[in-house]
């Protein structure tokens, strides 16, 4: 099932370069068709296989023979993975948390999580190209998360995990709202929609989960500032989007949060 996954993941990631793609441009992520970027001709079906086709028409076009970024295959290869590790995690009967709940439970995990993979795909992609974290694609995202989240909740009568997902959502939102607030030029209100979004799923998980995935941001975000300032490739007033940071902060909260606060307690002593 995981493999099955992984593929279907490889179909979704090509579907995630076309949103990504389109979404800032302001047009339709369904039509037309896909088409070449140079010479707007219609790619046709078995030029558009995840990964295979980039490779047998060695990153060209077979119109006008123009580059095709590697960017396509390696997004389509990097969903396919994550979808893969997603699934390990949450599958029944295989990941470390959903071994221990009904299996209608951990399929509306696995989906409400698969959805946040493709979200943090497109985000991320998004906002490394414009520096924007738009709309469109985060306040949807807060009816399904919540939708599937409840979902998985009452089908196994667990109203304290929802609880903490308001929480959660609260708490991020709140936070990054004063950041805003306090440095206006450095945070920007698409950064606390996207922190409410996240809080919303690492609250769910648990409280060691929310408080890594959020400080997971920062540390993350500051290595990579330190290492472009030590390159020269930035100054300290050079902006750089920070929502990658913070998507890549909450998945190593979902996927190691627990046993990185249980390690971190056990340092101190408290646990």
Same mark, same amino acid.
């Given at each position: ?15 995630? /370069?076309?949103?990504? @793609? ?10 037309? *068709?896909?088409?070449?970027? +140079? ?14 086709? !980039? ?7 077979? /119109? ?9 295959? %390696? ?5 396919? $993975? ?9 599958? *029944? /009967? /295989? ?6 709940? *009904? ?13 946040? $993979? ?9 906002? %490394? ?7 469109? $694609? ?24 929802? &609880? ?14 004063? &950041? ?43 290595? @990579?500032?330190?290492?472009? &300032? ?14 990658? !940071?913070?998507?890549? =902060?909450?998945?190593? =909260? ?8 249980? =390690?971190?307690? +056990?340092?101190?002593? $408290?646990?």
């Amino acid at each position: 099932m995981t493999v099955l996954v992984g593929i279907f993941g490889a179909l979704i990631g090509s579907f995630l /370069n076309v949103v990504a @793609y389109r979404v800032p441009l302001k047009l339709s992520v369904t039509s037309p *068709p896909s088409a070449c970027t +140079s010479c707007g001709v219609r790619i046709k079906g078995y030029d558009n296989i995840p990964v295979l086709s !980039w490779v047998f028409l060695l990153g060209r076009c077979r /119109n006008c023979s123009s580059r095709i970024s590697a960017r396509y295959p %390696a997004v389509e290869l990097g969903t396919a $993975v994550f979808f893969g590790i997603v699934t390990w995690r949450f599958l *029944p /009967n /295989n990941g470390v948390q959903a071994s221990a709940l *009904p299996t209608i439970t951990s399929t509306f995990l696995l989906i409400a999580f698969l959805y946040l $993979v493709s979200i943090s795909v497109v985000l991320a992609l998004i906002d %490394a190209d414009t520096h924007t974290l738009p709309n469109r $694609v985060i306040l949807p995202s807060y009816l399904v998360g919540i939708g599937f989240l409840a979902a998985a909740s009452i089908s196994v009568g667990d109203v304290s995990s929802l &609880l903490r997902a308001g929480a959660g959502l609260c708490i991020l939102w709140a936070f990054y709202l004063g &950041l805003a607030l306090l440095y206006p030029g450095g945070m920007g209100f698409g950064d606390v929609k996207l922190a409410g979004l996240l809080g919303l799923f690492l609250g769910y998980l648990g409280w060691g989960e929310l408080i890594v995935g959020g400080f997971a941001a920062f540390l993350l975000g500051g290595i @990579y500032g330190a290492g472009l &300032l030590l390159a020269k490739r930035a100054s300290r007033k050079s902006g750089i989007p920070f929502g990658p !940071w913070m998507l890549a =902060g909450a998945w190593v =909260g979902i996927l190691f949060g627990d046993q990185l606060w249980e =390690g971190y307690l +056990s340092l101190l002593g $408290v646990a």
